[in-house]
């Protein structure tokens, strides 16, 4: 076996190990999460509302899961040493956003979604495929995703009770953060993705979303 067939087979192996530890861990966070200065947690009083919010912060637990397994597929696929370091660091920042809705979910005496890991081998399989499309189609994909992730969570703002300040607090520090990655992806060269991309990207995470709300 080859030196690169050998690197390759382990790098595949260690991103399929991150996604068992995505799926099923909670994951050890950089950053504090941003809730950790709400010392008051109103939800609980109200039984009905802490249930809603535990399914929508289920949901951006997957979209996280995903992001990990899309990224891990594109690093593992770029042909770019400067890409694969980008799409890391955009990787390394999401543990963060994994740990605290993880957290949140918890509190929430809520649980992930059982199918975790479908999410990840599924947007991983996309993460590869759209690394081996050349980077600049692989950044474009990374920008599209990103955007189309803070219109969910700028979503889940309007639904989210207005009692639940702590997950809203998560969500809002999180939508920062992905706007910024959609920006890193088009400052460094991101294609523009065809519209019916676009669309089917959107119908994909409505199918995601509405399951794991549920599941």
């Known amino acids: 076996?080859?030196?690169?067939?050998?690197?390759?087979?382990?790098?595949?192996?260690?991103?399929?190990?991150?996604?068992?530890?995505?799926?099923?861990?909670?994951?050890s966070s950089k950053r504090a999460t941003p809730?950790?200065?709400?010392?008051?947690?109103?939800?609980?009083?109200?039984?009905?509302?802490?249930?809603?919010?535990?399914?929508?912060?289920?949901?951006?637990?997957?979209?996280?899961?995903?992001?990990?397994?899309l990224y891990q597929g594109q690093a593992l696929t770029s042909r770019s040493q400067e890409v694969r370091q980008k799409m890391q660091e955009a990787a390394d920042e999401e543990i963060d956003h994994l740990n605290w809705c993880y957290s949140r979910i918890q509190q929430l005496e809520s649980?992930?979604?059982?199918?975790?890991?479908?999410?990840?081998?599924?947007?991983?399989?996309?993460?590869?495929?759209?690394?081996?499309?050349?980077d600049k189609w692989s950044l474009g994909f990374l920008a599209e995703t990103e955007k189309q992730v803070v219109e969910h969570l700028e979503?889940?703002?309007?639904?989210?009770?207005?009692?639940?300040?702590?997950?809203?607090?998560?969500v809002e520090q999180m939508a920062i953060d992905e706007a910024k990655h959609a920006e890193m992806a088009e400052n460094n060269g991101a294609a523009n993705l065809p519209t019916p991309v676009k669309h089917m990207m959107r119908a994909t995470a409505k199918i995601m979303t509405t399951l794991s709300e549920r599941i």
């Open 1 to 27: 076996m080859s030196r690169s067939t050998t690197t390759f087979t382990d790098n595949l192996i260690c991103a399929l190990d991150k996604g068992l530890r995505s799926s099923f861990t909670k994951p």
């Open 35 to 69: 809730a950790d200065d709400i010392s008051d947690d109103p939800i609980r009083s109200y039984p009905h509302l802490q249930q809603r919010s535990g399914a929508l912060m289920r949901v951006n637990h997957v979209g996280e899961v995903c992001a990990q397994a």
């Open 111 to 134: 649980h992930t979604s059982y199918l975790n890991p479908i999410w990840y081998l599924g947007s991983f399989a996309i993460g590869v495929t759209a690394g081996l499309a050349g």
């Open 155 to 170: 979503s889940h703002l309007e639904r989210l009770p207005v009692e639940d300040t702590a997950s809203r607090a998560v």
